[in-house]
């Protein structure tokens, strides 16, 4: 597996109520969970974490914000042009798409296929005009919009807060993770409290003052972003029956908070990695314990890589490869 940069060893968090400081261990350790478990992932490997902290508070968050940014360090930058090319062509005319052309970002529409000289094109609606783009170019475009009505005509200005972060903290990642809508990771749980954790945590990298913004820049959920931004995960209730997802991707990493979305909603995502956060206080917690000690059971065998995580003290972890 590629190295892994430690992206949260350079950033700073506070909330409402404390100063800016390092973030603390149990932070860390669900934030480089989600880094390994991402990276994992990309590599082939379908794990599942299973996780008892002393305290549930901010570690699903923390681990589905891990997650995100793990992907955005390891997967490939752009898909190959042939396998692209034939998921876009067989898309059902009317498919919403984003597209990228230059600096400049639209909502678009798929409108078929057509051959010209031998070469293939795409046919796209957008901004009231229609463009035929070259099979060579067609990593431009991508499947979603994440239910919006339109887009940012530009990209973000390197001045706003948010860019600044995730500029710092992902490098030459910043742009791809700023312009392409995907769900890199899921997060499930009860959702006005996911929202309140996600929202109230505020992060900058280290030795800056001016690129000051919260875990949703990070974290980036749907639901959670202005209208035109652009997405890379999404946070579900564990109560409802039916979700769709914004785009047409395979999650990494699913976060299930809880032994009830753990429960519920872990076959609605087999081809993802899982990590599942058990709270000792909840009435689910058995739930979760016993569909835990099922997916142990028939595991494929353990995984390695997480030896090295700095457990915090009181949590306890289970990580094992899963039957596919």
């Given at each position: 597996?590629?190295?892994?940069?430690?992206?949260?060893?350079?950033?700073?968090?506070?909330?409402?109520?404390?100063?800016?400081?390092?973030?603390?261990?149990?932070?860390?350790?669900?934030?480089?969970?989600?880094?390994?478990?991402?990276?994992?992932?990309e590599e082939g490997l379908r794990a599942c974490a299973v996780v008892v902290p002393p305290v549930r508070s901010f570690a699903a968050v923390s681990a589905a914000t891990g997650a995100v940014v793990g992907v955005a360090m390891t997967a490939e930058a752009v898909p190959d042009v042939e396998s692209h090319f034939r998921a876009l062509?067989?898309?059902?005319?009317?498919?919403?798409?984003?597209?990228?052309?230059?600096?400049?970002?639209?909502?678009?529409?798929?409108?078929?296929?057509?051959?010209?000289?031998?070469?293939?094109?795409?046919?796209?609606?957008?901004?009231?005009m229609k463009q035929l783009l070259p099979k060579a170019q067609c990593r431009r475009a991508q499947v979603g919009s994440g239910g919006k009505r339109s887009l940012p005509k530009r990209a973000q200005s390197p001045q706003n807060p948010d860019a600044l972060l995730i500029q710092r903290a992902l490098g030459p990642h910043a742009s791809q993770f700023l312009s392409v809508p995907t769900v890199d990771a899921v997060l499930v749980g009860q959702l006005s409290l996911l929202e309140q954790e996600i929202t109230s945590v505020e992060v900058r990298p280290v030795g800056t003052e001016t690129a000051t913004a919260t875990l949703v820049d990070l974290l980036r959920p749907s639901r959670l972003l202005p209208d035109g931004g652009i997405p890379r995960s999404l946070v579900l209730s564990d109560r409802?029956?039916?979700?769709?997802?914004?785009?047409?991707?395979?999650?990494?990493?699913?976060?299930?908070?809880?032994?009830?979305?753990?429960?519920r909603y872990r076959s609605e995502f087999r081809l993802s990695s899982w990590i599942a956060i058990l709270d000792r206080c909840s009435p689910t917690f058995q739930e979760g314990i016993d569909v835990a000690n099922q997916e142990f059971a028939t595991r494929r065998g353990p995984v390695q890589l997480f030896d090295k995580l700095d457990i915090p003290s009181g949590t306890e972890l289970q990580v094992f490869e899963r039957v596919r």
């Amino acid at each position: 597996m590629r190295k892994i940069r430690d992206v949260v060893a350079h950033l700073e968090v506070r909330d409402a109520s404390k100063p800016w400081e390092k973030p603390p261990p149990w932070l860390t350790f669900f934030f480089r969970l989600g880094q390994l478990m991402a990276a994992c992932h990309e590599e082939g490997l379908r794990a599942c974490a299973v996780v008892v902290p002393p305290v549930r508070s901010f570690a699903a968050v923390s681990a589905a914000t891990g997650a995100v940014v793990g992907v955005a360090m390891t997967a490939e930058a752009v898909p190959d042009v042939e396998s692209h090319f034939r998921a876009l062509s067989s898309l059902p005319h009317g498919t919403s798409l984003v597209v990228k052309m230059g600096e400049r970002i639209y909502a678009a529409k798929f409108t078929g296929v057509i051959e010209r000289s031998g070469a293939s094109f795409l046919r796209i609606e957008y901004n009231g005009m229609k463009q035929l783009l070259p099979k060579a170019q067609c990593r431009r475009a991508q499947v979603g919009s994440g239910g919006k009505r339109s887009l940012p005509k530009r990209a973000q200005s390197p001045q706003n807060p948010d860019a600044l972060l995730i500029q710092r903290a992902l490098g030459p990642h910043a742009s791809q993770f700023l312009s392409v809508p995907t769900v890199d990771a899921v997060l499930v749980g009860q959702l006005s409290l996911l929202e309140q954790e996600i929202t109230s945590v505020e992060v900058r990298p280290v030795g800056t003052e001016t690129a000051t913004a919260t875990l949703v820049d990070l974290l980036r959920p749907s639901r959670l972003l202005p209208d035109g931004g652009i997405p890379r995960s999404l946070v579900l209730s564990d109560r409802i029956s039916e979700f769709e997802l914004p785009v047409a991707d395979t999650p990494h990493v699913v976060v299930f908070d809880g032994g009830r979305a753990f429960s519920r909603y872990r076959s609605e995502f087999r081809l993802s990695s899982w990590i599942a956060i058990l709270d000792r206080c909840s009435p689910t917690f058995q739930e979760g314990i016993d569909v835990a000690n099922q997916e142990f059971a028939t595991r494929r065998g353990p995984v390695q890589l997480f030896d090295k995580l700095d457990i915090p003290s009181g949590t306890e972890l289970q990580v094992f490869e899963r039957v596919r």
